[in-house]
């Protein structure tokens, strides 16, 4: 399950990694917490109209990427807040679609290398997905009335945060990365120079991919949260 805070935000992040584990078997989920309704540079713009073409365009990426199904939550764009309310829509998410692994924006990088700024609901939807995962999804007792519900507890293992400045894993993308960038064009309301985005994109997967040894590469940080049997008594040993 891929939890991200507008449509875009996880094909810019991760969508050569989903597409890579989805071609090998896994089902992928996306999660997106708003409709992004002001990522337009007109003031005058309908917001409603804005965030149903954004939800258009990221189901049409979400095709391309072989996402099973999209999610949209429709909080609100630009004042996204990691609280209880966003926190039970994700366990909600989270326990009906029970992922092994959440893929999530990292919410500990506020200022990038070089000066960029981590957009605030980038930060908040991080923060969320993460304290979703742990411990709400996991405790039966979190959300009761999802429980009663028929939404059990469920354990995330695996936590990878992406768009991070402190990378402990890479994914070797060298046979999807073409999909990241034909997800991204899907997104034309918001990619006026898809040629030059995919420069880029190749630029940013190769210089990941140096560091494993690939043509490609999407680098995250890994937090694990559960080891099942087999793996303990590997390290173990």
Partial sequence: ????????????????????????????WLVCCTSGDQGGEDPDADPLELGQLREREQRAAAEIVGYAGVSFLHQPDGGLVNDLALRELL????????????????????????????????????LAAIDAVYPAARNP??????????????????LYLFWTRAPTAWVDVSATIGRKSAALRAHASQIHEPDKLD???????????ARI??????DFKVVVIDEDEEEAATVEA
């Fill in 91 to 126: 366990v909600r998410e989270i326990r009906t679609f029970r992922p092994d692994a959440v893929l999530a924006q990292d919410p500990e990088v506020v200022i990038y290398p070089g000066g960029g700024i981590n957009h605030t609901d980038h930060r908040a939807a991080g």
């Fill in 141 to 158: 007792m979190a959300f009761p009335a999802l429980a009663r519900g028929g939404l059990a507890a469920h354990r995330v293992r695996r």
């Fill in 213 to 218: 040894g690939t043509a490609a590469a999407e």
């Fill in 199 to 209: 420069a880029r994109i190749a630029e940013w997967a190769a210089e990941d991919g």
């Fill in 1 to 28: 399950m891929v939890i991200a805070a507008h449509p875009d935000d996880a094909d810019f992040g991760p969508a050569a990694t989903a597409a890579r584990w989805i071609d090998a078997g896994s089902v992928g």
